[in-house]
């Protein structure tokens, strides 16, 4: 059995980064917002489209000396005007910020967003928000990028906009690989695949969700495998299967073999999100759990036994810990 070798830096998701200024206001702004660069936009999932962006945005809150800063929308604006339409989101606001600032943002503006918001104009958001709020010197987006009332406003008005206040706009070109465009959706559509290595490719961090650790049936540590089952997951969750990962607990970072679906070897048909962590004693229960998404090791289903069942679950082990252990050999 390989060693298990335990992370020590600190946690990236229990740690704030001091250098980060993360605000979820609709009212003024401190001092570290104002007078920089900004970028606008959603920002799910943090990709590596959105990695390119941010490098530009470095530069230029470089160039005027003043904060990079992102601008975000906690809902997403479809959320509340076309709720059907809503994907589940690929990150929480925190994490985003987390992600960002790991880029080198070091303000991230995460807007309450409201009917008075949604009622601006392109104009009017640009005025409002760009100039009187950030004061902003310069701007960084993409060429799809859409703003305003019913999203009237594009880039050759901004452009416009921008040059009547004296802010430079850098039009950055969108990152593709394979003959696509890297964008959220592409990485939404490779998690619903079950795809998480493929997503984890695209992403700026492999995919990650949180929950907090609630009691299942109390079979796991019976069968010599106990797994914390999370509850309260509020983004996008891989489909049914076996996945190899991390799970980052108060208590630090351990590699996770996560099972996502029913328990069929028992009966049960409930969906559950659970992760065995090896190595891992002791009580999470109540506890935050966060789990990245490295690899997926196969599907959930039934087994004719319990030895059987257990027999694999060991086997799922040793594929879980060669995979944390190839991972951390990379991030060294
Ligand atoms: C890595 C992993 C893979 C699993 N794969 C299966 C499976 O293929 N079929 C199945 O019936 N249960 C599977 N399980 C679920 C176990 O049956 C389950 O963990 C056990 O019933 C404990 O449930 P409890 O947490 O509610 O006590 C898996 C669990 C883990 C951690
Ligand atoms: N190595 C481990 N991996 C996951 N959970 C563990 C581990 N060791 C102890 N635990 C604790 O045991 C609980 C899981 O035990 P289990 O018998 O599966 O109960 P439940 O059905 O309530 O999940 C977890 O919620 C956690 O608090």
């Known amino acids: 059995m390989p060693a298990i070798r335990l992370a020590t830096q600190p946690l990236a998701c229990f740690h704030k980064d001091p250098a980060l200024h ?22 799910d999932g943090v990709h590596r489209g959105h990695a390119r962006l941010v490098e530009r945005l470095l530069t230029r809150a470089r160039e005027v000396s003043g904060p990079a800063v992102v601008l975000t929308f906690d809902p997403h604006p479809v959320r509340i005007l076309r ?27 995460s807007y309450p967003t409201d009917e008075a918001l949604l009622r601006l104009t392109a104009e009017e958001f640009f005025q409002q928000i760009i100039v009187q709020s950030l004061r902003a010197k310069g701007m960084v987006e993409g060429p799809n990028f859409r703003f305003g009332q019913q999203r009237r406003g594009d880039v050759a008005l901004l452009q416009g906009l921008c040059a009547s206040q004296g802010l430079k706009l850098d039009v950055v070109e969108p990152l593709a690989t394979a003959g696509d465009l890297v964008s959220s959706s592409r990485v939404r559509d490779l998690i619903r695949q079950g795809d998480v290595a493929a997503a984890r490719q695209l992403l700026t961090r492999p995919y990650r969700l949180r929950g907090l650790v609630t009691h299942g049936a109390q079979r796991g540590s019976k069968i010599g495998f106990p797994t914390a089952n999370l509850a309260g997951i509020d983004t996008l969750v891989p489909p049914i299967g076996v996945y190899a990962g991390r799970a980052f607990t108060p208590q630090g970072i351990w590699p996770a073999a996560i099972n996502i679906g029913p328990n069929p070897t028992f009966g049960e048909d409930a969906f559950k999100f659970e992760a065995h962590l090896p190595g891992f004693s002791g009580s999470l229960y109540g506890q935050p759990l966060e789990i990245e998404f490295l690899a997926r090791v196969r599907d959930t289903r039934p ?22 252990e190839q991972d951390t050999a990379e991030d060294a």
């Not at 009212?27 to 007078?35: I, N, R, S, Y």
């Not at 709720?83 to 503006?109: D, H, I, N, Y």
């Not at 679950?313 to 060669?322: E, I, P, Y």
Request: no cysteine.
């Open 22 to 43: 993360l605000v979820r206001t609709s009212g003024p702004l401190p001092a570290e917002f104002l007078g920089g660069a900004v970028a606008v936009g959603n920002f």
């Open 83 to 109: 709720p059907e339409l809503a994907p589940p989101p690929l990150t929480w606001s925190e994490r985003k910020a987390e992600l960002l600032s790991e880029l080198g943002v070091t303000a991230v503006w």
């Open 303 to 324: 087994f004719a036994s319990v030895a059987e069942l257990t027999q694999q679950l060991a086997a799922d082990v040793q594929t879980v810990l060669k995979t944390y």
